[in-house]
């Protein structure tokens, strides 16, 4: 089975530009979430993804936005970067059963960390 | 809104010392606790959780106790070796939504 996976690992970029990260879900899995870690603190939520459609979002502008495709892999895009961006950004997938309660686990891949200069 | 607050580190410990690490929550109904550990250059990793109170999640030696009273979900681990030198992360999820909450992290050094 394989897991999480993110590309690329590393990446750097210089203030206005816009940059897209990947992320491939565990097999099996249909949701996918993505979390920007600034240095020293813990993971904040950006967004997720269910079955293709946007299922919740946190406090970031629009600037963020994601795909995720029929395969369940997923993309994050930035625009317009700024130095506060600067970040490791984790993906997050799990598999969601509408039908029961509960919470599933999320399984996190080892992130793409993004330098804007 | 839904917040965590762990105990700032880093926690420096000896060779199986005695981990306390605390965790305090503050949410909306009743949330799923969990600790997620952090390796230098990796991702998180699911170290243990609790889905109702007096719940106590376990794994690797690590215990945590799901306490409603009081809003807390504290690490323990009875004896803990040089390779738990990690940073070790307190979330929170509501069901039915599964946005992680997570608190600031606190780094564990421990030495031989």
């Known amino acids: 089975e394989t897991g999480v996976t993110q590309s690329p690992t590393h990446l750097i970029k210089t203030r206005g530009q816009q940059v897209t990260l990947r992320c491939s879900s565990q097999?099996?899995?249909?949701?996918v979430s993505w979390y920007q870690q600034a240095l020293g603190q813990g993971p904040q939520f950006i967004f997720q993804?269910?079955?293709?459609?946007?299922?919740g979002r946190g406090n970031f502008p629009p600037r963020f936005s994601g795909l995720q495709f029929p395969n369940y892999s997923s993309e994050l895009n930035v625009n317009a970067l700024e130095l506060d961006d600067s970040a490791l950004y984790l993906c997050?997938?799990?598999?969601?059963?509408?039908?029961?309660?509960?919470?599933?686990?999320?399984?996190f891949g080892p992130g793409t960390r993004l330098t804007v200069l | 809104g839904n917040s965590v607050t762990q105990m700032e580190g880093p926690v420096t410990l000896s060779e199986e010392a005695f981990l306390t690490i605390n965790c305090t929550y503050t949410?909306?109904?009743?949330?799923?606790l969990f600790w997620y550990v952090q390796y230098p250059g990796e991702g998180l990793q699911l170290l243990l959780k609790?889905?109702?109170?007096?719940d106590k999640g376990s794994n690797k030696g690590f215990e945590a106790t799901y306490r409603k009273e009081t809003t807390s979900f504290h690490l323990e681990k009875g004896s803990v070796q040089v390779s738990d030198s990690a940073v070790y992360f307190c979330?929170?999820?509501?069901?039915?939504?599964?946005?992680?909450?997570f608190g600031t992290g606190t780094r564990l050094l421990v030495s031989p």
């Open positions: 949410a909306t109904g009743y949330p799923s």
């Open positions: 097999s099996g899995h249909n949701t």
């Open positions: 979330a929170l999820s509501n069901t039915g939504f599964q946005k992680l909450v």
């Open positions: 997050a997938s799990s598999l969601v059963t509408r039908t029961a309660g509960g919470v599933n686990e999320q399984f």
């Open positions: 993804y269910y079955r293709e459609e946007e299922n």
């Open positions: 609790a889905t109702k109170a007096d």
